[in-house]
């Protein structure tokens, strides 16, 4: 669903009418964008960039699909050269995300594995400095959700692998990653509303996004030190495949996003501005930051 009128001024509640199309409920685990049903805009025709990361060095995880996707066609269009990671399962998306990036002048490269695992994020880090040189901008923003609606069911597996994807990995990463990061250099990681405004059922989930805040926070203040800046973004309910592979109940789906002020779910494309934002020179005095873009959900 890529809107070309994306720059016009405009209503905001109505620049994506979805009103008369149907929600697929659900799809198989890990969801692709492939598969997702409306499609999901990723400014992949609207975005233009203006050379804001002209020669910056960008990793991003989860950069197959949702969010990561629209920053990394973002990235791209601002000049950054890129290493994109995601899981084997997604390859379709990350082959498509490839083929966004291919006209825009920048090197592109990809990694598949599972960041659930220590080595392996310490061989993502590897991989891109191998191919960038250097990592100027640092994207955490892969994660796991999925819906459990009594406390019982909840398995230890589960928590314990929530976890590891969401936040130790992001510990995994950003260590590995600093030492190769110059000063001047942005990390960015995604949290969640969920991390202010828990809902019950994401357990696991929610309390791994405040985690996320409280790193992006306490990490700031360590890598300051070294001219580093620490931002995160929370984004409110955002239409991805992450919602429809088990995110939420299926029957939550056809009414996803309408509880906010917007009265709609935001698209991918609607968040990276803000990254391109943290990630320039534009956004130097600010660290340590969460910044909402929740559809008027807001942060506390
Ligand atoms: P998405 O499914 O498109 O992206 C998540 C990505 O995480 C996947 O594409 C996958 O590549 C990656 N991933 C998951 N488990 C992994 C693993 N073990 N190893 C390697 N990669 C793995 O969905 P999205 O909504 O774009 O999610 C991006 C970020 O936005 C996540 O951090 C999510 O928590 C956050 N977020 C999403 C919403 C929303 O409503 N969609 C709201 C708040 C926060
Ligand atoms: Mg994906």
């Given amino acids: 669903m890529d809107r070309k009128n994306q720059h016009f001024m405009q209503d ?19 969801g692709l964008d492939t598969l997702l049903q409306p499609k999901a805009d990723h400014g992949e025709r609207s975005y233009k960039g203006s050379g804001r990361l002209t020669g910056r060095k960008a990793l991003i995880t989860g950069g197959d699909s949702g969010i990561g996707r629209a920053v990394a066609i973002a990235f791209a269009r601002e000049g950054a050269d890129l290493v994109l ?33 220590e080595e392996f994020c310490k061989e993502l880090v590897h991989f891109a400095v191998d191919r960038l040189g250097s990592i100027d901008i640092l994207v955490n923003n ?6 459990v609606e009594k406390l019982a069911d909840l398995t230890s597996e589960q928590f314990q692998k929530t976890y590891a994807t969401n936040v130790f990995s992001m510990f995994w990463i950003t260590k590995a990653a600093v030492p190769h990061m110059p000063k001047g250099s942005s990390i960015i990681n995604t949290t969640s509303i969920q991390s202010y405004q828990p809902s019950a059922g994401l357990l696991d989930y929610a309390s791994s996004k405040s985690a996320i805040t409280g790193f992006t926070k306490s990490l700031a203040k360590m890598l300051i030190n ?20 088990g995110g939420q109940r299926p029957e939550k789906i056809e009414n996803f996003g309408q509880g906010v002020p ?13 990254y391109v934002y943290l990630a320039s020179q534009e956004s130097s005095y600010v660290t340590a930051e969460v910044m909402g873009v929740t559809g008027g959900g807001h942060l506390p």
């Avoid at 509640?13 to 890990?30: A, F, I, W």
């Avoid at 084997?88 to 594995?113: F, H, M, N, P, R």
């Avoid at 800046?229 to 592979?245: D, E, F, H, K, Y």
């Fill in 12 to 30: 905001p509640r109505s620049q994506y009418d979805l009103s008369e199309t149907k929600y697929d409920s659900s799809q198989p685990d890990p």
């Fill in 85 to 117: 990671t995601y899981l084997e399962s997604e390859e379709t998306d990350g082959k498509e995300t490839e083929q966004y990036l291919a006209d825009s002048g920048v090197k592109v490269c990809s990694i598949v594995g599972d960041i659930s695992n």
């Fill in 142 to 147: 892969a994660a796991q959700q999925y819906y």
């Fill in 226 to 245: 070294e001219g580093i800046r620490v931002n995160a973004v929370a984004p409110g309910p955002i239409w991805t495949p992450l919602q429809q592979s």
């Fill in 262 to 274: 917007m009265g709609r779910p935001g698209q991918p494309a609607e968040l990276a501005p803000m």
